[in-house]
């Protein structure tokens, strides 16, 4: 049952539990679902979001780590002109409501991205004339704000508008050249029309800081406050490197946009780097968001370093095998959560697990889990292993297994006795025989019993 427990705030789960009456075991389940990036951000009423590609959801690593650790969900390229409309007036949204369904499903947020922006337009749109494309663009918001109404929580409705150095010009691009600055504009009040529950973004990158582009884009902002332009959030894509770090005055910027009456969120967040740098790195932006009340989320460009747009630079949280990086437990740390997968009990018990890969044939590998207990003893514990399909466990030793219905995912306990003195560890063992697939297997937070 523990390992079951809901990661996310909310849920049929915890009204489940109580009806069990395990009224003492409330608290834990709190204190447990805290152990995950989208039920810490949860407990400090934000979000934590990821960029996720509709043609990884079957991999069941990476729909395992979405589903456990985020409850926000940005689809990466899906709800972009080329891939909704790609053809005038001919919409496709078979991958976007691949991830829109699954959001829904797992009870996340879903943000919309993007509706009006240069970059993945299809080449029909840029060869037309000025009143054609003036009736394209509001004919492409209405069409696909409204088929995705009711389900969005936030929509980027014009994405990267303004130029990079220090002109605080808007950028050029047929929105720009052939209607002028208030294309902007318009597009926003034709996306207020078209869905008006959902949260009206203006989203853009290196305006992290307080800086030519970013003043360009406050100005813009406090224009639209001032005349009722309908706009409720600005986003910072946030994508650093070392020529693009953390600028020492982003919580001073996202607070002054917050002081305009806006939400703001960070919206594509990856950070190139490793180890406590980036750990660090991260700490600071999420430091950053707490500190400003409006900040309502952060959502990072990417589960998995496997499949970042920036793959080279191991900008994420989790490395290519889905282990947790030092950046996630710094993340989890600022947020409030508990580190290391530890799931506190009253007694303040704890335990981790993390796992080895041991020998490898051309079949088959076989994986070994150590759970250690932290520093207070423990009577018991459980974990999980995930691994993809069509990869199965064949066999496994010094732990009794039980499995869920796809046979992908399995729970672990001890055999017997699981009884472990404070800091002293245990080791499981498993073969996965890989059917062609040699991804490492996914283990699931420790959890005290
Ligand atoms: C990127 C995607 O991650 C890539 O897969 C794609 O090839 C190009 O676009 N700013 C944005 C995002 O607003 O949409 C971009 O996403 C990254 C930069």
């Excluded at 030793?397 to 399995?410: E, F």
Aim: aromatic share 8%; proline share 4%.
């Amino acid at each position: 049952m523990p390992t079951s427990l809901p990661r996310r705030a909310g849920g049929a789960v915890t009204t489940a539990l109580l009806a069990a009456t395990m009224v003492t075991a409330l608290s834990h389940t709190a204190t447990a679902a805290d152990g995950t990036l989208g039920s810490a951000a949860a407990a400090k009423g934000r979000y934590f979001g990821t960029a996720v590609a509709a043609n990884h959801l079957g991999e069941s690593a990476y729909a395992g780590t979405l589903d456990r650790e985020f409850n926000a969900v940005t689809p990466e390229n899906e709800m972009k002109w080329d891939a909704t409309e790609p053809t005038r007036n001919t919409f496709t949204f078979t991958a976007a409501d691949q991830i829109a369904g699954h959001a829904q499903s797992q009870g996340m947020k879903l943000r919309g991205h993007t509706l009006v922006w240069h970059s993945q337009l299809p080449s029909w749109v840029s060869g037309l004339g000025a009143s054609d494309l003036r009736t394209a663009m509001n004919n492409h918001i209405t069409q696909v704000m409204q088929h995705y109404k009711g389900k969005i929580y936030a929509w980027d409705v014009v994405n990267e508008a303004f130029q990079d150095g220090s002109s605080g010009a808007r950028r050029s691009s047929p929105f720009q050249d052939k209607l002028g600055n208030g294309f902007i504009e318009e597009a926003f009040r034709t996306a207020r029309t078209a869905d008006p529950d959902a949260k009206l973004c203006y989203n853009d990158y290196n305006t992290d800081g307080v800086n030519a582009k970013s003043n360009a884009v406050y100005t813009m902002v406090k224009d639209f406050k001032s005349r009722g332009v309908p706009i409720d959030c600005v986003g910072f894509q946030s994508h650093f490197n070392n020529d693009s770090p953390v600028p020492a005055d982003y919580q001073a910027n996202l607070q002054r946009f917050a002081d305009l009456g806006v939400d703001v969120q960070i919206t594509e967040l990856d950070i190139e780097g490793s180890g406590t740098t980036q750990a660090d790195n991260y700490t600071n932006v999420v430091k950053a968001c707490l500190a400003v009340t409006r900040c309502t989320g952060i959502t990072v460009w990417g589960i998995t370093d496997k499949y970042s747009w920036r793959a080279g630079g191991t900008p994420l949280l989790f490395d290519s095998n889905y282990n947790k990086k030092p950046a996630y437990t710094a993340v989890l740390t600022t947020l409030g959560g508990s580190s290391g997968g530890g799931t506190p009990t009253p007694g303040g018990a704890t335990c981790t697990a993390t796992y080895s890969k041991q020998e490898e044939w051309s079949d088959r590998f076989n994986g070994q889990v150590t759970i250690t207990a932290g520093s207070s003893p423990i009577s018991g514990w459980s974990t999980t292993v995930t691994v993809t399909s069509p990869q199965k466990i064949s066999t496994t030793w010094n732990g009794t297994p039980t499995w869920d219905g796809s046979g992908n995912v399995m729970t672990m306990r001890p055999n017997g006795n699981g009884s472990l003195a404070a800091g002293t560890s245990t080791s499981f063992g498993f073969t996965v025989m890989k059917n062609g697939s040699s991804t490492a297997p996914v283990i699931g937070a420790c959890t005290v019993s």
